[in-house]
């Protein structure tokens, strides 16, 4: 199994292969970003 983990600006998404390299799942999940102040990051 391998896991692949992209971790984007606006959101995190997850890829599953099994050994052959079929993929078995998938994910992603928005970001929810803020700041204290505008412009500040």
């Known amino acids: 199994m391998y896991l692949g ?3 984007g600006t606006s959101e995190v ?3 599953l292969l099994d050994g052959t390299g079929r993929i078995v799942g998938t994910a992603g999940s928005a970001l929810t970003l803020s700041s204290p102040e505008p ?3």
């Open 5 to 7: 983990i992209d971790l």
């Open 13 to 15: 998404k997850l890829l």
């Open 39 to 41: 412009l500040w990051s």
